[in-house]
C-alpha cells in the first residue's frame, strides 16, 4: 500500500479517471485525516468507530460542519495564514476553514472551472458579490478574483452596488460579441435586472445563491424565472460551494449540478445521519471533498438534496435551524 503521506495523496487528487479511482483514493484519505486530524479522531474515537475496519466510502462517517465554528479543523498542520470565514446572520457564529496551502484551493477552483466551461482566457468575466466583498474571508471571492485575473480580460472585474457602470459594461461586451460570464450572489442579480433588463441571449450568468437576508427568500424555480426573463436567456447557470469546502459543483441549468472528479455527494437519511439513501430521494446532503486534503474531506452539511443517475444532484433548501449562510442554498 502507498504510504499516507500527504506529497503522496496530494498529487493523485486531480488525476482521478474514474470510481474506482475516487474510492481508493477517498479511503486513502480518510485513513490519513483519521491520524492527522486531531478534530475528526475525537469525533470517530466518540462514534467508537475504528478507521481500519472501514473498507467502503459508504461507511465513512462525515463530520458534522458544525465543527468548523467552533474548532481547528486541520490535518497534519496546526496553523494557516489564510483563513476562510462563511457569512452569518447576526448572533450567529462563523466558520473557520484554515487554508496552510492556498495553491491546492487555486489548483482545485481552475481545474473545476476548465472542466465545465473550458480556459478563464476564453471569457471576459464580471462578478456581482456586494455581500461577499464586504467582509472578510471569503472564499468565493479569492476564486472569482483569480479567475479574472487569470481571464486577463482589461473589461472584467468586480463590481458592487454600481448597476448602471455594469450594465454599461454588458452592452459593450455584448456588441463586441465577447464571451461573457457573470457570477453573482442572487439577490444582487435579481436587483440588476428589475433596473437594467437587458437582451444578451449569449451571456452566461451564474448565480451563487442566497439572499442573504436582503430580500425575500424565493425557491429557484422563481428566481431562475425572472433572470431568465430579465436577461432573455434560456438557461441560469449555478455554482454551489461554501466556506468548508475547496471544491465546487456547476449547474448549466435546471439547478442540476454536477461534481469534478474528485468531489462525490452522498444523502443521508435526515433522522439516521449514518443511513445513507438511493437515488431520487431526498434528505441531508454528505459531500466527499478530497481537495479538503488539509482539513476534512467527510463533511455533513445542514443542506437538503438529492442525487440522481450519472452523478447528478439537486439543492432543494436546508435544515430549519441551520443557519441562513452558503452558496447556492434556495428554501423550498
Same mark, same amino acid.
Given at each position: 500500500?502507498?504510504?499516507?503521506?500527504?506529497?503522496?495523496?496530494?498529487?493523485?487528487?486531480?488525476?482521478?479517471?474514474?470510481?474506482?479511482?475516487?474510492?481508493?483514493?477517498?479511503?486513502?484519505?480518510?485513513?490519513?485525516?483519521?491520524?492527522?486530524?486531531?478534530?475528526?479522531?475525537?469525533?470517530?474515537?466518540?462514534?467508537?468507530?475504528?478507521?481500519?475496519?472501514?473498507?467502503?466510502?459508504?461507511?465513512?462517517?462525515?463530520?458534522?460542519?458544525?465543527?468548523?465554528?467552533?474548532?481547528?479543523?486541520?490535518?497534519?498542520?496546526?496553523?494557516?495564514?489564510?483563513?476562510?470565514?462563511?457569512?452569518?446572520?447576526?448572533?450567529?457564529?462563523?466558520?473557520?476553514?484554515?487554508?496552510?496551502?492556498?495553491?491546492?484551493?487555486?489548483?482545485?477552483?481552475?481545474?473545476?472551472?476548465?472542466?465545465?466551461?473550458?480556459?478563464?482566457?476564453?471569457?471576459?468575466?464580471?462578478?456581482?458579490?456586494?455581500?461577499?466583498?464586504?467582509?472578510?474571508?471569503?472564499?468565493?471571492?479569492?476564486?472569482?478574483?483569480?479567475?479574472?485575473?487569470?481571464?486577463?480580460?482589461?473589461?472584467? #472585474? +468586480?463590481? *458592487?452596488?454600481?448597476?448602471?457602470?455594469?450594465?454599461?459594461?454588458? =452592452?459593450? $461586451?455584448? /456588441? %463586441?460579441?465577447?464571451?461573457?460570464?457573470?457570477?453573482?450572489?442572487?439577490?444582487?442579480?435579481?436587483?440588476?435586472?428589475?433596473?437594467?433588463?437587458?437582451?444578451?441571449?449569449?451571456?452566461?450568468?451564474?448565480?451563487?445563491?442566497?439572499?442573504?437576508?436582503?430580500?425575500?427568500?424565493?425557491?429557484?424555480?422563481?428566481?431562475?424565472?425572472?433572470?431568465?426573463? #430579465? +436577461?432573455? *436567456?434560456?438557461?441560469?447557470?449555478?455554482?454551489?460551494?461554501?466556506? =468548508?469546502? $475547496?471544491? /465546487? %459543483?456547476?449547474?448549466?441549468?435546471?439547478?442540476?449540478?454536477?461534481?469534478?472528479?474528485?468531489?462525490?455527494?452522498?444523502?443521508?437519511?435526515?433522522?439516521?445521519?449514518?443511513?445513507?439513501?438511493?437515488?431520487?430521494?431526498?434528505?441531508?446532503?454528505?459531500?466527499?471533498?478530497?481537495?479538503?486534503?488539509?482539513?476534512?474531506?467527510?463533511?455533513?452539511?445542514?443542506?437538503?438534496?438529492?442525487?440522481?443517475?450519472?452523478?447528478?444532484?439537486?439543492?432543494?433548501?436546508?435544515?430549519?435551524?441551520?443557519?441562513?449562510?452558503?452558496?447556492?442554498?434556495?428554501?423550498?
Amino acid at each position: 500500500m502507498e504510504p499516507l503521506s500527504r506529497e503522496s495523496l496530494r498529487k493523485r487528487i486531480f488525476s482521478i479517471q474514474n470510481q474506482p479511482e475516487f474510492e481508493e483514493l477517498a479511503l486513502s484519505i480518510f485513513r490519513y485525516q483519521s491520524e492527522e486530524n486531531t478534530v475528526y479522531r475525537k469525533y470517530l474515537n466518540f462514534l467508537k468507530r475504528d478507521f481500519q475496519s472501514i473498507t467502503t466510502i459508504e461507511e465513512i462517517p462525515f463530520l458534522p460542519i458544525e465543527f468548523f465554528k467552533t474548532e481547528k479543523v486541520l490535518s497534519h498542520f496546526t496553523d494557516a495564514d489564510l483563513i476562510f470565514t462563511s457569512s452569518s446572520t447576526t448572533g450567529s457564529v462563523p466558520s473557520r476553514h484554515y487554508i496552510p496551502d492556498p495553491e491546492l484551493y487555486e489548483e482545485s477552483f481552475f481545474a473545476a472551472f476548465d472542466i465545465f466551461y473550458g480556459k478563464p482566457a476564453d471569457y471576459c468575466i464580471l462578478a456581482l458579490l456586494p455581500s461577499y466583498l464586504e467582509r472578510k474571508g471569503s472564499s468565493l471571492v479569492y476564486m472569482v478574483d483569480k479567475l479574472i485575473e487569470e481571464s486577463k480580460h482589461s473589461e472584467g #472585474g +468586480f463590481y *458592487l452596488h454600481n448597476h448602471k457602470a455594469l450594465a454599461e459594461k454588458l =452592452e459593450v $461586451l455584448k /456588441q %463586441a460579441k465577447q464571451k461573457t460570464m457573470l457570477i453573482g450572489v442572487t439577490f444582487a442579480l435579481l436587483d440588476f435586472v428589475e433596473k437594467f433588463p437587458m437582451e444578451f441571449p449569449e451571456l452566461i450568468v451564474m448565480e451563487t445563491g442566497g439572499m442573504k437576508g436582503k430580500r425575500e427568500e424565493l425557491i429557484r424555480e422563481e428566481v431562475h424565472s425572472i433572470l431568465k426573463s #430579465g +436577461f432573455a *436567456l434560456q438557461k441560469i447557470h449555478s455554482e454551489y460551494g461554501m466556506t =468548508e469546502l $475547496l471544491s /465546487q %459543483a456547476y449547474s448549466s441549468g435546471d439547478g442540476i449540478f454536477s461534481c469534478p472528479p474528485w468531489m462525490k455527494i452522498l444523502i443521508r437519511e435526515p433522522n439516521d445521519p449514518f443511513y445513507l439513501l438511493p437515488d431520487g430521494k431526498s434528505g441531508g446532503i454528505n459531500i466527499i471533498d478530497l481537495a479538503n486534503l488539509d482539513s476534512c474531506s467527510f463533511i455533513e452539511t445542514q443542506d437538503l438534496g438529492k442525487t440522481h443517475e450519472k452523478s447528478l444532484f439537486e439543492v432543494l433548501g436546508r435544515f430549519d435551524t441551520s443557519d441562513l449562510r452558503g452558496c447556492n442554498l434556495m428554501v423550498l
